[in-house]
């Protein structure tokens, strides 16, 4: 199925052109391959990107539909409804809509064209070529593409070392360090990478540097967690990233009933470093208690540890640890919240026992963890996702994963959980912005074939075919045992009628879960439009998924 995938490369910027456009409130800047409205970074596809860069290049005339798949595509098949799609997403990109055109105009049987005011900003020749170059020595150096740094301040934590001479209190110095990037995210005027993508230098010497090209931010947290007895040490290092300059370095002292005091000082030396004209209110968001027993905080850190772990047995261990944190402190919203998603591992896994009983629990956990955590970000989007996924419960979720990004809007989990609830909901457009800032937020996630398959799911429902195609090609690629994407693979390749492709992923789905039939396909995916649904059930039919 290699041959179907259409690359993501950026469509060819014509000699002489101008690299800045600034029309309205927005600023395009080809070179760095970013569109702002004022201070915002606005999340696009790069097809996206790149319509809307020719769209502005060419605004001068009309262009036809043949132009831009030639030019935009390179001559690819491209269905309607795929640029359809696309013109779509870039008019809601730069506040415009198809009823309203003020920007994009469409000129019926000729194609569309960009009416709106441009001004010009060019860059000189040097500034061109000395960025050109530059470019060249950072993609040369790294793995994978280099990541824009956003203008605002940026930060990594990276995994601290555990100093304590156990193995066994790793998952203590892991839970450290995440519990840190839940708090610096908190703040909005911050840009912060999610736990996955930093975990990936875990065990490594990074050179930071390296690290802040991976990622795309202008500072890394580094640091060192030592537990000895009822007495903890943790230590900093605030590091330039583009420099390698260390800016601070400090240590933090006290007992375990001091630990959030401790951990609270660490976020606080950061935001002082790195963003001092803060509001003092903005700062203090971050200084909330998830619990006050220490025993639950132990047994909620060793189920995150276990969680990580995704297999079944790492989750059914989570949950017991989840229950015993819970157990510890009836209040404690996060607890409910991860013990919640914990069965929405075992759906996804295959792992149930007893769906009815499981359905009801997971029901039970979810809502209570948005009751006690109205504040808690992590809750409400875990506890969210539970409950559509699981539940079915598909409009309450997405109340509660709202209310997680208004907390926490660089919580990667709490788009990454909007993704799926705005896709069920039958919001596939707003569902695939989801998913595009979590891949921003965390880069470099080993897990990220999930994103991919979201993202997939999403082109599905929007009619997109063949990007969904290519979105699950690129998750089955990272994950060959993938089940949503085989499924996406297989029904997108029966409706775009190429059934040697259909056959191949409905016989991979076979393998994977036989159990799955067009009578249950409902339980699998909540889906709350009926034509969703039918859509689904139709592509997987054709593709030869039994009927029971």
């Not at 150096?141 to 066994?168: C, H, K, W």
């Not at 995210?185 to 230098?201: D, E, G, H, K, P």
């Not at 949950?319 to 075992?346: H, N, T, V």
């Amino acid at each position: 199925m290699n041959s179907l995938i259409i690359p993501d490369e950026p469509a060819t910027v014509q000699p002489g052109a101008d690299v800045q456009f600034f029309f309205e409130e927005h600023e395009l800047d080809v070179d760095r391959r970013e569109l702002r409205r004022g201070a915002e970074l606005v999340s696009l596809e790069p097809q996206v990107f790149d319509l809307l860069v020719y769209l502005v290049q060419n605004r001068d005339r009309v262009v036809s539909k043949d132009e831009l798949i030639e030019e935009v595509w390179e001559g690819r098949n491209v269905s309607d409804s795929t640029l359809t799609s696309r013109i779509t997403a870039v008019r809601k990109a730069i506040g415009d809509s198809g009823d309203e055109q003020r920007l994009i105009r469409t000129v019926s049987r000729k194609g569309i064209r960009f009416v709106g005011v441009v001004k010009d900003k060019p860059q000189s020749v040097a500034v061109a070529t000395a960025t050109a170059q530059a470019t060249t020595n950072i993609t040369t150096a790294t793995a994978g593409p280099t990541l824009a740094t956003p203008d605002r301040p940026s930060i990594a934590v990276l995994p601290f070392q555990n100093m304590s001479g156990d193995s066994e209190q790793e998952y203590f110095a892991d839970g450290m360090v995440e519990e840190i990037i839940i708090a610096l995210s908190r703040l909005r005027s911050l840009t912060v990478i999610a736990r996955n993508s930093s975990f990936i230098y875990k065990g490594q010497s990074v050179d930071v540097k390296q690290v802040g090209r991976d990622l795309g931010v202008r500072y890394a947290l580094k640091g060192s967690v030592r537990k000895a007895g009822n007495q903890v040490r943790i230590t900093g290092q605030l590091i330039d990233a583009s420099s390698g300059a260390h800016i601070w370095a400090d240590r933090f002292n006290g007992s375990l009933e001091d630990i959030f005091d401790l951990q609270d000082q660490v976020t606080s030396h950061v935001v002082g470093a790195i963003a001092p004209k803060l509001e003092q209110a903005e700062i203090e968001r971050v200084k909330r208690k998830p619990t006050d027993s220490l025993d639950a905080h132990e047994y909620f850190l060793r189920g995150m540890a276990s969680y990580y772990q995704r297999t079944r047995e790492g989750t059914s261990e989570a949950l017991r640890l989840f229950y015993k944190a819970i157990e510890s402190d009836p209040d404690f919203a996060s607890a409910y919240g991860m013990a919640a998603w914990c069965y929405g591992w075992r759906k996804m896994g295959g792992w149930v026992a007893d769906r009815v009983e499981e359905i009801a629990e997971t029901a039970r956990l979810a809502r209570r963890a948005a009751e006690l955590g109205q504040d808690d970000a992590v809750a409400l989007s875990r506890g969210a996702h539970a409950l559509a996924f699981v539940v079915g419960d598909v409009d309450p979720a997405a109340t509660l994963v709202d209310r997680a990004l208004v907390l926490n809007p660089n919580l990667a989990g709490a788009w990454y959980a909007g993704g799926w609830v705005r896709a069920y909901r039958g919001e596939p457009e707003v569902a695939i912005s989801h998913f595009a800032r979590v891949m921003r937020l965390n880069p470099l996630d080993p897990h990220i074939a999930a994103i991919q398959a979201g993202t997939s799911f999403a082109h599905f429902l929007a009619g997109c075919y063949d990007e969904a195609l290519l979105w699950a090609e690129k998750a089955a690629s990272t994950q060959t045992n993938y089940k949503t994407a085989v499924i996406i693979a297989a029904a997108s390749s029966a409706l775009l009628g190429r059934v040697v492709e259909a056959q191949k992923a409905m016989a991979r789905l076979r393998e994977l879960d036989p159990a799955l039939h067009i009578a249950n396909v409902r339980d699998w995916a909540p889906l709350r439009r009926p034509e969703d649904l039918e859509k689904l059930e139709d592509g997987l039919r054709k593709a030869g998924l039994p009927e029971t």
